[in-house]
């Protein structure tokens, strides 16, 4: 499985980004799939959940992030998205997105610089 992530950059705060997740070798709908995962990191930190969608569910995000940020998906083209508006100084991070295996597997995208600043 690989993850090829783009879309992110420079914003000013309270501004909007929108990332994106391609996946190949495997497709979102398929059972052995448990979640589709965004995290993002800031240096010197823990990984942080920011969205995640549990077998097809509707998503579930981080209280940080609740109301901001939309996640969603396109099976047809194997696309996850993450939406994100008004943007904080405090959501500057590196972003993953992720795929989680019911058989404990873990795929990840490159990583993504999102940097809000004035």
């Known amino acids: 499985v690989q993850l090829v992530e783009s879309g992110g950059g420079l914003v000013q705060p309270g501004g909007s980004l929108r990332l994106s997740c391609v996946a190949s070798?495997?497709?979102?709908?398929?059972?052995?799939?448990?979640?589709l995962n965004w995290v993002r990191q800031v240096p010197g930190k823990q990984r942080e959940l920011v969205a995640e969608?549990?077998?097809?569910?509707?998503?579930n995000y981080a209280d940080a992030v609740k109301g901001r940020f939309t996640f969603s998906t396109d099976n047809a083209e194997n696309k996850m998205s993450l939406e994100m508006n008004s943007m904080k100084s405090e959501d500057t991070a590196v972003y993953f997105c992720?795929?989680?295996?019911?058989?404990?597997?873990?795929?990840w995208g490159q990583g993504i610089q999102v940097t809000v600043s004035s």
């Open positions: 992720n795929v989680h295996t019911r058989l404990g597997n873990d795929f």
């Open positions: 070798g495997t497709t979102f709908s398929a059972y052995s799939i448990y979640s």
């Open positions: 969608i549990i077998s097809g569910n509707t998503p």
